[in-house]
């Protein structure tokens, strides 16, 4: 019955009913889908996979390799809205402060408005003397020739030629065999190498991508590029880039560090090459891939900030840098303020940072489980106490927090969105965010009563709450009935005529009647629960607790106490520079708050 229901409600789903493979263990009932997987070949019966004794599972990642963002090109593609040239500057100029020494900016024969740029970045000086410009063309003269003529002036300029190699691309898009793409490929890297040698001046180097590379048979790619990297006379003072995109992700991560620790050990002149890289994530792995050929032996990572790029985008040049940094390395670009980063991309790519994008977005660093608040509650406070206890200061301390794999305040966030509160919160965050922005310490007995009070605001209005509001919700629970109550306290005086022995002398106004009422007992408290007794209202205090919420004269106390009152038990907390008056409101709230939990 169920089932048909189900079934209704998303009428254009097949629900998958074929028979249960026979070799399905007992606990797994998945029944095969209708969708037609047949259509679709695994990768290795699309292309040769010729490593067998693989070396880079056994590697570690020790240091970053050269970043080379290519959000101003790549990324720009792949806009609805390209940049404009103040877009693109404004994207150029946060690059280069982040740390970027290689950037590929634009392709300048595919548009008026990138070659524009490129002349831009020749006459505005904005090009810092250890920053290369890399400008990306076709296999094509009259590209070639564009592209030349819009880096005329740039002091030093990669020029990234590239062309496809694949057999799907050579026998439907370019209808040429490997030989003649082969030739097609040396004749443009010729014509390029000449064009450059017109420019004795200029400092132009190359780099080529076999486009496709991931899908393209290996000894093909081996030919084309060890071609090139003699053609173009590479040499360890003056090498090539041999970019080796995975264009279209079409295998596990694995394959392409295999494809890519295959070519890191059969390039010729390989101390003269620079091994590059450049994956998509078609399959939501480009990280993965990307992690993993450096592993296998690449020395430069292509990709674009928060992952943008044609399809699934491009690898994501924030989230692999950072995950380099949260296992000790030092990523060589700064993201000591990842809101200013994510604040310019957004701007200049006209789209926005999913909330829950690795590091850069607004909730990857905040909890609203009650377990994971309640963790990082007690990590960060044990984090305060180890560094206090090591003599160093908190952001200097090493890193152990729970469900926190990076400090969020070295990359320039702020605790409060840490931990926030919903109707899935626990005791723990709660304590936390009120003791983090408003000086109080509950009582660990007390959390789980505030708990449950925060926990029927927000199941009613299915809203988070903030600190402010949460505070606003503890003052008006806990703090405002023991002055807006059935019973108050007109006018108190406290006094200790003998030592040890105090005296409580108050004016009660109960249920609109006055009543005068003395006390005594060995403290403030305990006469005060003498004198209310006389009233008729039998007080036992359980629990007792006070602090001060800041340093320094004049600073507000609170006060917590947990009371049995006519056999209610209830929390009420009191507010004042004074503690004894903190104290004393704070009975008072029990007072009137078992009042309220009785009716």
Known sequence: ?????????????????????????????????????????????????????????????????????????????????????????????????????????????????????????AHSGAVPDDVTVSVFTAARRDLIDRTVASVEGLPRTLVHLYAATAPTWRDVVLGRSRAEVHELIRDAATYLMHRAEERPGADIRFEFSPEVFNLTEPDFVLD?????????????????????????????????????????????????????????????????????????????????????????GNVDLVTLALNLYAQGVNPMIDFSDIDAVRETVEYCNR?????????????????????????????????????????????????????????????GRTYEEVIRINSQSGKGGIAHLLHTHHGLDLPRTMRPDFSRAVQRVTDATGQELSHKELWELFRTTYITPALDGPVTLTSWSATEPAPGEHRFTCALHISGQEHACQGTGNGPLSALADALRSAGITVDILSYTEHSTSTGPGSPAVAYAECRVNEVTCWGAGWDTSVLTASVHAVMSAVNRSGRASS
């Open 1 to 121: 019955m169920a089932s048909s229901l189900q079934s209704a409600a998303f009428p254009t789903l097949r629900t998958p009913s074929g028979d249960i493979p026979a070799d399905a263990p007992h606990w797994n009932p998945q029944r095969p889908s209708a969708m037609p997987h047949h259509r679709y070949r695994p990768a290795d019966q699309r292309v040769a996979l010729p490593l067998t004794d693989r070396t880079w599972p056994s590697h570690r990642l020790e240091q970053a390799p050269l970043w080379v963002p290519v959000d101003l090109r790549d990324g720009n593609q792949a806009l609805a809205e390209p940049m404009d040239t103040e877009r693109k500057r404004r994207m150029f100029d946060l690059l280069v402060t982040m740390g970027f020494k290689e950037i590929e900016v634009g392709y300048p024969s595919a548009s008026q408005t990138d070659f524009d740029f490129v002349r831009h970045l």
């Open 224 to 312: 084309v590029c060890n071609s090139l990297t003699e053609l173009w006379e590479a040499s360890p003072d003056r090498p090539v880039v041999h970019n080796l995109p995975a264009t279209v992700e079409i295998a596990t991560p694995n394959v392409y560090a295999d494809q890519i620790e295959y070519m890191n050990r059969h390039l010729a002149r390989r101390e003269s090459v620079i091994l590059s890289v450049h994956p998509h994530n078609d399959r939501g792995t480009g990280v993965a891939c990307a992690e993993l050929a450096v592993l296998a032996g690449a020395q430069r990572v292509e990709g674009c900030l928060f992952g943008n790029g044609e399809r699934t």
């Open 351 to 411: 789209l926005p940072v999913h909330p829950r994008h690795p590091y850069g977005g607004d909730l990857v660093h905040t909890a609203f489980s009650g377990t994971h608040q309640d963790a990082i509650a007690k990590g960060m406070a044990h984090h305060a106490k180890q560094a206090a206890e090591n003599g160093r200061p908190v952001e200097e301390a090493p890193w152990a927090v729970p469900y926190l794999p990076i400090d969020p305040g070295d990359i």
